[in-house]
């Protein structure tokens, strides 16, 4: 994983998040044309961000519709 810069991006917080504050964003429209995700802490939006591939992303996020990451 790469970090990514933070400054063009347009981020969104899931319509889940209403939780204080400790939420992740990403950066849909980036993903859609270079393949990567970039993730951040909500909380430090002038912080670094993580670059995952589109693909582990989507991985991931369907483990977590499945259920399949509930236990820790």
Do not use: H
Not at 6 to 15: D, L, P
Not at 44 to 65: E, H, K, M, Q, Y
């Amino acid at each position: 994983m790469t970090t990514t810069e933070t400054t063009t991006q347009q981020w969104v917080k899931s319509s889940y998040s209403n939780n204080g504050g400790t939420c992740v964003e990403w950066a849909p429209r980036t993903a859609s044309t270079t393949g990567i995700v970039p993730v951040r802490d909500s909380k430090n939006p002038s912080g670094p961000a993580l670059g995952i591939p589109a693909t582990a992303f989507a991985t991931f996020v369907a483990g977590i519709r499945a259920g399949s990451l509930d236990a820790v």
